[in-house]
């Protein structure tokens, strides 16, 4: 989940592509993915000369989640169902 609230908060995960991560962190398009540490270091570093590469992978880290709620809010959302239930109407 951290990889997700990551990208929602706009920050451009460096990740491998382990799990679920591969399906939603997509190389060149929201995320820095290590198959190697040459390309990943070469790509932190073209997000730091480039500003316009690095702003282009923060907007897709953003727009992978865009339509869905923040998982902090879910997990608020959750303890508030469990607090205080939906009654049954009679």
Request: glycine share 4%; proline share 7%; hydrophobic share 40%.
């Amino acid at each position: 989940m951290s990889v997700v609230e990551a990208m929602q908060m706009g920050l451009v995960p460096i990740v491998t592509p382990v799990g679920e991560i591969s399906r939603y962190a997509k190389p060149v398009r929201n995320a820095i993915v290590v198959d190697s540490d040459s390309e990943a270091a070469n790509e932190v570093l073209r997000c730091l000369v480039n500003k316009n590469y690095f702003f282009y992978l923060r907007e897709g880290a953003i727009a992978e989640w865009s339509n869905r709620k923040l998982y902090s809010d879910s997990v608020l959302e959750a303890c508030n169902f469990i607090l205080d239930p939906p009654r049954p109407h009679h």
